[in-house]
Each structure stands twice: as structure tokens, then as C-alpha cells.
């Protein structure tokens, strides 16, 4: 079983949300200078958070899918899928060794940790528990397979097409962590506005390619 979750309130405490902040200047002021900068790892990341629960693992593995390094949304959509899996069935965070191993980049690096930054702040003033339907139990399966579809469009080769699915289920993250029912209908009204781009655009791309055939 899962461990439960600490308050909302004090995971997002100003120390904890300082930690973030300095981490992301003194990598910045590096990339400015021109030195070569470290390399972070989900590992290291998870280490900064001073636990691994499953909602903010699936925080780091949907934000890292955003960041313009190659391969990383196909890789760590497939960690996603794993922790839908696990999620679903009550079970302790997927191990995911080889991803936990895996270096971002110091630029990526920089820009995760500054997204994690204002994500938990934005997460102390504004989230709260509320809607605590949402996350009843019996609908924890429904939730799965919502993630396991995010996970699956950003693991697809189409250009810019993880944007959507990995904001979404970042909010369904949020929610998670939080409490918050109103970040779960974000995620949904989210993920299918980007399915609704998606089959638009698919829609253009079809109707282009049968003009140039004809």
C-alpha cells in the first residue's frame, strides 16, 4: 500500500520552495558565466523532495517529458504508463532504475528546476482540498487509465504533441499531491482539448496530403 499523504500545506513550505529557487539561480548564473554546469538526474530530483510518493514522481517523469532533450517523452511515457499500473493497484512507486539513472542536461536541468519552482508555489497559494469526490476510490481505476492514455499520446512521435498530455497530467499530479478535485477537472478538460488539437490537426494533415495526391 501506498504511504498517505502529508498535509498539503507543509510539503510546500518556504523553505522547501526556497530549495528549488536557489538551485535554479545558481544554475543560471552558471549557463551566464559559460561553465559547464552539472547534469541532474530524476534521482537527484527525488532526492531534493526528501520522499518519493507517487504524486510527486509523477510530477517529475510529466515535466521532464516537456524539456527539449531527445527521447526523454518516449522514455519516461513509459515510466508514466508503470506508475499508472501501480497507482491503480495501491502498490509502492515503480523503481524505474534505468530513468532515475538518466542525466538531463544542465540548460534542461535549469529549466526543470525552475518550472518545479513556480509549479509549488503557484501549488502553496493557490491549491487547496476541495471536490474530495473525485478521488474516490472507486474511481482510482477511471484516473488510471486517464494517465495511462496522457502517457501513450506523449510516448507517439508527433511534434509538439506531448505539450498538452504532460500539462494535464501535471494538474492531475497537482490534484493528487494537494487534494485539490478542481486540478483533476483541469487535467481532463485539459488533456481533451489537446485530443481535440491532436485530431484537428490530423484532420489538415490528411485533407493536405489527399490534395497533393489528387
Known sequence: MTAPLPPPRSLFDAAFIRRFVREARRRRQALAWGEPGEPLTLQQLLAMH??????ILLILLSLITTVPVAG???LFSLGIMAWAWRWARQQEPPQL???RSLQ???RAAYRVLRALAWIYTFAQ???RPR??????????WAWA???WL???IIFLPIPLGNIFPAVALLLFALGLLTRDGLMLLSSLALGLAGLAFLFMAGGWVWSALAGLWA
Not at 50 to 55: D, E, H, L, P, V
Not at 131 to 140: M, S
Open 50 to 55: 526528501g520522499q518519493g510518493t507517487m504524486a
Open 97 to 99: 532504475a534505468r530513468l
Open 72 to 74: 526523454a517523452g518516449m
Open 125 to 127: 497559494r493557490r491549491l
Open 145 to 147: 487509465a486517464w494517465v
Open 104 to 106: 538531463l542536461n544542465p
Open 150 to 152: 496522457m502517457a501513450f
Open 131 to 140: 471536490w474530495p469526490q473525485l478521488q474516490h476510490e472507486r474511481l482510482r
